[in-house]
């Protein structure tokens, strides 16, 4: 139930692609995936977890696509062309 009241808030479920580079072979690209409920546009807190990843890690970010979706939805109804009753 703690995580309704965040989607009524209009928090959506966000992903995270970030390449980043090793430290180690900066040639070399790694793919991390981060997911949190988070707002759209503003993104606040991925915007944290970038912040800390570029302040305390040692890998250099090159990239990151950001998909967001709601969760919480008008509920869809469909009008039922025959019934059946089985005995």
Same mark, same amino acid.
């Given at each position: 139930?703690? *995580?309704?009241?965040?989607?009524?808030?209009? !928090?959506?479920?966000?992903?995270?692609? @970030?390449? !980043?580079?090793?430290?180690?072979?900066? *040639? =070399?690209? +790694?793919?991390? @995936?981060?997911?949190?409920?988070? @707002?759209?546009? +503003?993104?606040? =807190?991925?915007?944290?977890?970038?912040?800390?990843?570029?302040?305390?890690?040692?890998?250099?970010?090159? *990239?990151?696509? =950001?998909?967001?979706?709601?969760?919480? *939805?008008?509920?869809?109804?469909?009008? =039922?062309?025959?019934?059946?009753?089985?005995?």
């Amino acid at each position: 139930m703690a *995580s309704l009241q965040p989607q009524l808030e209009n !928090y959506r479920l966000t992903t995270a692609e @970030i390449l !980043y580079r090793l430290p180690d072979h900066p *040639s =070399v690209l +790694q793919t991390f @995936i981060w997911q949190e409920l988070d @707002i759209q546009p +503003q993104f606040p =807190v991925l915007k944290r977890f970038l912040d800390f990843w570029h302040r305390s890690l040692d890998g250099k970010l090159h *990239s990151d696509w =950001v998909m967001s979706c709601g969760l919480i *939805s008008a509920a869809e109804m469909r009008f =039922v062309s025959a019934e059946l009753r089985l005995h």
